[in-house]
DNA sequence: ATCATCCCATGCGTGTTTTGATTGTCGACG
DNA sequence: CGTCGACAATCAAAACACGCATGGGATGAT
């Protein structure tokens, strides 16, 4: 995830910038619509947050060029602007969301992410993969459930990480063993159901719920809710 | 489009409702996240407005089956709860977006539109196959009738999974026996007839309306009008 | 050299799949 | 009106595959 930051207040902007890298989310800054428009040809972006009055090129303007040249970039519009003819016009230029100023980070935060949720491939890229109380940041790949600090190989992490980007997917051994082990899968070997085990063994012995399920005949699953 | 709004107040739902079939938008109401989870599973919606004060079971809980069971449906929450605590627990459980009442509704409008418009953009096929109250998710296999859920082996989970992609459609016995069993087909064998029985016994025993019908001489069909 | 990690092979118990025989249903025809 | 035959539904035992556990060997790091 990459974010265009365009902003004519100094100040504003980098604190949106500095708050999104504390996510672990690259972002650049650009203070009218002409530097913005150079930037987005340079570097491809996700996701654009916009200011409505800047000069030379209004917000609005510029939301609808960002729109017709790029059509799958999720745009929000963040103002001090907060009337209703404000707000529809912004969505009526093509703006995913609409946030005023003053704003509180965190929701700008999440609202970002509401709108790249969809478009993305998988879910937005988080630092820390959680479920149920079993949380894995990928980063520092510390691995915790509840209050307790597991210790995993790198097959046992490598496994686990795949397992929480694709929650709730039932997937099959030659698919676990292709992503995981990274080769064509060498039918024969069970070395997928040998690595559940050990995963079980440590994230789930112990505790509960279950995470990690087997279906018969099909695969694994990782999700929340028993049966 | 087709939207549903579940709130328990009566004059909202109403109001949103009637504001939406003037512009051509086709809307149901519920008063509560169990009659709304019997309406999904009836028709498809393409959005839901959904409150967060609710009877039984709230809002956030429902986002999140509403999430699990039918990932492409956009969700935009709309409750008088305003703190950021509130708008972060909803887009945390899957909301698209998190309108606080009092509302402008041509403010709701527009913002229903831009979750919608989003969403249009990539082709997400709907995992969720569907037939009467009958459902079954083909990326966590779940299977799902009313609200019982059903557990199936592996090959009865297949030839569900076939006879839910080709409803409505006559279907031999040869048929199902090459896609299910993906060997050309060894006469003298009555899997099918055995499996069909099967799954009869788990989707349709207990159930109205029976979905599985045998044509004679033919072989098997599934549709929802009995006859 | 020692240790942890990783992978493979084997065997066992259990649930699933298949088979083959039996029972049930319905229409045609004597 | 009863019988027969074709087809479908049901049943239960047998064959089979699957998932899990375990021990041990290869590999690489310290």
């Given at each position: 995830m990459r974010v265009l930051i365009v902003d004519d207040e100094e100040e504003v902007a980098s604190f949106i910038k500095s708050g999104l890298e504390d996510y672990g989310i690259v972002a650049d800054t650009a203070a009218d619509a002409i530097?913005?428009?150079?930037?987005?040809?340079?570097?491809?972006?996700?996701s654009v947050i916009l200011d409505i009055n800047l000069p030379i090129i209004n917000g609005y303007e510029f939301c609808q060029i960002i729109r017709e040249r790029y059509r799958d970039v999720?745009?929000?519009?963040?103002?001090?602007?907060g009337s209703t003819e404000h707000k529809l016009t912004g969505f009526d230029v093509g703006a995913d969301d609409y946030l005023v100023?003053?704003?509180?980070?965190?929701?700008?935060?999440?609202?970002?992410?509401?709108?790249?949720?969809?478009?993305?491939?998988g879910p937005i890229e988080s630092v820390v993969l959680k479920m149920a109380d079993l949380e894995l940041n990928v980063k520092s790949k510390e691995v915790r459930r509840g209050n307790r600090k597991l210790t995993l190989t790198a097959r046992e992490l490598a496994l686990l990480e795949y397992f929480m980007k694709n929650p709730n997917k039932a997937m099959t051994r030659a698919e676990i063993a292709?992503?995981?082990?990274?080769?064509?899968?060498?039918?024969?070997?069970?070395?997928?159901?040998?690595?559940?085990?050990?995963?079980r063994k440590k994230?789930?012995?112990?505790?509960?719920?279950?995470?990690?399920?087997?279906?018969?005949?099909?695969?694994?699953i990782m999700?929340?809710?028993e049966t």
């Open positions: 530097i913005g428009q150079k930037m987005m040809a340079e570097k491809s972006y996700t999720a745009i929000l519009m963040l103002t001090a602007l100023k003053p704003f509180e980070f965190r929701e700008l935060m999440a609202r970002l992410r509401a709108i790249n949720r969809r478009r993305a491939v292709e992503n995981v082990w990274d080769v064509s899968f060498d039918t024969g070997t069970n070395v997928v159901d040998v690595y559940v085990n050990y995963l994230i789930d012995k112990d505790f509960s719920p279950k995470l990690i399920h087997t279906l018969s005949g099909i695969g694994y999700k929340e809710d």
